[in-house]
């Protein structure tokens, strides 16, 4: 098999492809264009997004071609694979301001160069399609009874399906036919909730251009999908109580991006080691092998490095550090800044838990409490009714909030 593709198989990037032998063989033959899209129906991607991009630096590590496809046409519509009910529809403007919050998210994970990886938008080809010439010419090679098969639509039958979302299979197809045709591309890669839309491309450009590996190599194509990654526990990765783990720092501190890794059940860490970082598997089998919260760091370090970079992932670090073990810099703790004249009245305990953002009310601030789960400066707290005041403060003049095992504040007065 050629190297790359077992690269993927290794780390736990393969569940389907269309003929892994004929794409192995493609890959033996020389570099290989390929694509991977991602609808910017949101203002950052989450940290499940970032499976098939991972994938593509492998991919390009071993002299591939990758295409980053930013759906800003495929995002009026929006995709119901995966789904329980139709998409929240955005306007047009808020769609193109997501693409380059998306874009510059990708680019500085991939590191655009044009030549070995670059990014596309979708909105090129189909902002301005002749509705009927479409018809006419993608339409009608496609059956309705087969789409219908698919698990996507199936699903999605039961509680109703929307005409304007019928047709997304027919756009992401006729995305992978103009990549092909303008790029050269012959695999898309993708989740494996894709792998409707992605055998449907496959098909498009097999009748629109008569590609079959017997009388037109130039223009098969391809299709691979990976895993959907679940949690040992079964939840979707990449979600917590909170809502998911975005890449934007606005939407998730990094500090909290960090600890979500750190974070992460025993059984996950080896797996997501192979799909969210780039070591080499001997190094992650031994470092797996180890202490096992020390494995945990290591993995949630060099996932916040691969996405913030290793200056935020230090500080990341270091404020972990800080809060769990007293030897980090306090500073890169989440912190919240307080009126010193609020100290010097007396500030009572439940409504500091709320400003610090450990709890949302006095109320759960209070069941914090009486369950032994609120320490202030590393001593419990068991009275609700506690004024604290700068008798309270450390020697940096400063306090510090946990809330449970994982959950800490700095709060500094000025």
């Keep these: 098999m050629n190297k790359a593709l077992e690269i993927l198989k290794e780390r736990g990037f393969f569940a389907q492809c269309t003929d892994e032998k004929g794409l192995s063989d493609l890959m033996d033959k020389g570099p290989v264009a390929f694509y991977v899209g991602c609808d910017p129906t949101g203002p950052s991607l989450h940290i499940g997004h970032m499976v098939p991009f991972f994938a593509l630096r492998h991919l390009r590590e071993q002299g591939h071609i990758g295409i980053a496809l930013i759906g800003g046409g495929t995002a009026r519509i929006g995709d119901p694979s995966g789904k329980t009910e139709m998409r929240k529809m955005i306007s047009y403007e808020q769609i193109d301001q997501n693409v380059e919050t998306i874009k510059a998210q990708l680019d500085r994970f991939i590191g655009f160069d044009g030549k070995t990886a670059f990014s596309a938008n979708n909105k090129d080809w189909l902002a301005d399609l002749n509705y009927i010439d479409f018809l006419r010419d993608i339409g009608s090679c496609f059956s309705v009874n087969k789409m219908l098969s698919f698990e996507a639509y199936k699903q999605r039958l039961e509680r109703g399906l929307s005409f304007i979302e019928f047709n997304y299979q027919l756009l992401q197809s006729y995305d992978y036919l103009c990549l092909h045709q303008k790029h050269g591309v012959k695999l898309q890669i993708g989740g494996d909730d894709q792998w409707g839309n992605i055998t449907a491309g496959v098909d498009l450009i097999r009748r629109k251009l008569g590609g079959t590996e017997e009388l037109n190599e130039e223009h098969t194509a391809y299709g691979l999908t990976f895993p959907l990654i679940t949690r040992s526990d079964g939840k979707k990765m990449g979600k917590t109580e909170k809502g998911a783990i975005f890449l934007d720092e606005s939407l998730t501190s990094v500090y909290d991006f960090?600890?979500?890794?750190?974070?992460?059940?025993?059984?996950?860490?080896?797996?997501?080691?192979?799909?969210?970082?780039?070591?080499?598997?001997p190094e992650i089998k031994e470092i797996c092998a180890g202490n096992i919260n020390a494995a945990?760091?290591?993995?949630?370090?060099?996932?916040?490095?691969?996405?913030?970079?290793?200056?935020?992932?230090?500080?990341?670090?270091?404020?972990?550090?800080?809060?769990?073990?007293?030897?980090?810099?306090?500073?890169?703790?989440?912190?919240?800044?307080?009126?010193?004249?609020?100290?010097?009245a007396g500030i009572g305990i439940l409504s500091l838990f709320v400003s610090a953002k450990l709890a949302s009310s006095n109320g759960e601030a209070r069941r914090l409490i009486q369950g032994n789960g609120a320490s202030l400066n590393g001593e419990g707290i068991s009275d609700p009714t506690l004024k604290v005041t700068t008798a309270n403060l450390d020697k940096d003049g400063e306090l510090v909030l946990r809330a449970g095992k994982k959950k800490f504040s700095r709060v500094i007065f000025k």
């Design 258 to 281: 960090f600890q979500y890794w750190r974070n992460v059940a025993d059984p996950d860490v080896e797996k997501f080691f192979k799909l969210f970082t780039f070591l080499e598997i």
């Design 296 to 344: 945990k760091e290591r993995l949630a370090y060099e996932v916040t490095k691969e996405i913030h970079g290793k200056e935020k992932a230090d500080s990341a670090l270091a404020g972990a550090k800080a809060a769990f073990s007293g030897e980090g810099d306090k500073t890169q703790m989440p912190t919240v800044e307080l009126s010193k004249s609020e100290l010097d």
